[in-house]
């Protein structure tokens, strides 16, 4: 091959993996990429794997942009040397750590231990699979200062990652997460990464987590006679291989619910995802296998979790047999007026409470929150800023609940990060609280369409992989800052939200004002008639990501089925004015 063609910066830190400190076979697979795959050698060295809006992840193999042992190692060595600076007088530092199904999560996860223990921090390490929600909770129920999670969420079998998590039990944010980077930099040989473990200080930990972290889900609970008195309502729940598989179903079974139907080829845990194409609940496909069992056994209700046991998809039983399946933005819609209602209704509303949503979630939370006298607050994409607004307001005021589009919602203040087992076990109960009204949870979300507006949202994601896909979506996002579209869908571009520079835009009057949220990479478009088009680069996987959010009044249910069809032909008007 000739040199050349690689940047002679990747190629000398290619042949740092040559040397003693890594094993045969990574020192053999570096020395084929520089011998005979420059464009190989470039995509695994042109960075290192940084802290996304979900952690660190990517895909597995030898290199400093790729998932291994040693990247996890120097993770985990930085996290170490942070985590003593940062606790300088604590006599006894721990982290807890748990892991998903999938191919290297348990080497991994065993790897973060044990390097956490050579630096004599006490390793809490679950004895086998969990869900990621799990993992937040053990941190506080265990008083750890720290926590690690190794999963990829959602992304194809191909990856993996390392969440990092701080003593509160929510994802690292600054100046943590940036801190622990720096820590890792400074990290310039291998050698300098304890990986000889101290088993004396690490501890399995399993079912007595389990329990607690079950019993503090329980008390979520808002109308257990009415679980238990629609307890036949028909739940077809699959994991997709993944880390649900005994939590969830146990879980909505103490809630009430008697009849949980298997998907028995999803039950098996596997990093290959064997059955679907990818193992991500907001994809139809994904879902094939549940709904097919549903429609043989007519259940009411399909749920499916992702690997991580963090997120998930629901499909709903329609009124011609068939199943619909509902996007982030209808689930957590749904969620939050039943909280809300039940809560008020049951006198638990203070005055004190909030909801929380990201900056691409539906306004609908904040439509159905307003009427209930409830705050909603707004942070950037990601549950790591939920998590770091209720330890702020944890003092003050109180957390119901809140919620992502991508298929994440969390209740409660006990798990600081988005929970599929709890969440299902609230859908559920939701279900039981709907059919008590004689309506279906279909019925339920068209009456708050009518209450409040009828809301539609739509993603577009782009791919572009590698270094020169980066350099794409960079370009593409700074063609869109310098020249914002005049108008979309027929209507005028009045505001810009510029959140890298913290700048909101009237377009109108040219006035200018501060966003006060952290700075991030993401362009908001909002138009005259409400209609809101918000553009970022995905934090963890390499795309970039549209969405789009219209809404319309409609007075009656019998409206809604129109009202939609002009809702979809603005956002297709939108995709086409954007040129996407």
Known sequence: MNKQVVDPGILEKARQWLGDGFDEETRKQVSEMIDHDPEGLTEAFYRDLEFGTGGMRGIMGPGTNRMNLYVIGMATQGLCNYLKKSFPNREKLSIAIAHDNRNNSRLFAETTAKVASANGIHAYLFEDLRPTPELSFAIRHLGCQSGVVVTASHNPKEYNGYKVYWEDGGQVVPPHDINIISEVRDITRIESVRFDGDQSLIHQIGQKVDEAYLDKLMTLSLNPDLNRKHGNIKIVYTPIHGTGVHMVPALMKRFGFREIISVPEQNNPDGNF??????????????????????????????????????????????????????????????????????????KLKGNEFIARTIVTTPLFSEIAEAFGVKTYEVLTGFKWIAELIHKKEQQEHFVGGGEESYGFMTGSFVRDKDAVSTCALIAETAAWAKERGLSLLDLLEEIYVEFSLYQEHLINIVRKGKSGQEEIEAMMERFRHQPPESLGGSEVVMLLDFKTGISYDLISHMRYDITLPKSNVLQFVTADGSIVSMRPSGTEPKIKFYFSVRRKVASREEIKSATEVLSARIATMINDLQL
Request: proline share 5%; glycine share 10%; no cysteine.
């Open 274 to 347: 064997p059955t679907v194409v990818s193992p991500n609940p907001e994809e139809r496909a994904a879902l094939t296998m549940a709904i097919e069992k549903a429609t043989e056994t007519e259940a009411d209700l399909v749920m499916a979790t992702d690997p991580d046991g963090d997120r998930v998809g629901i499909a709903v039983r329609d009124r011609d047999g068939g199943y619909q399946l509902l996007n982030g933005n209808q689930t957590g819609s749904l969620l939050v007026y039943y909280l809300l209602k039940n809560l008020k209704e049951q006198g």
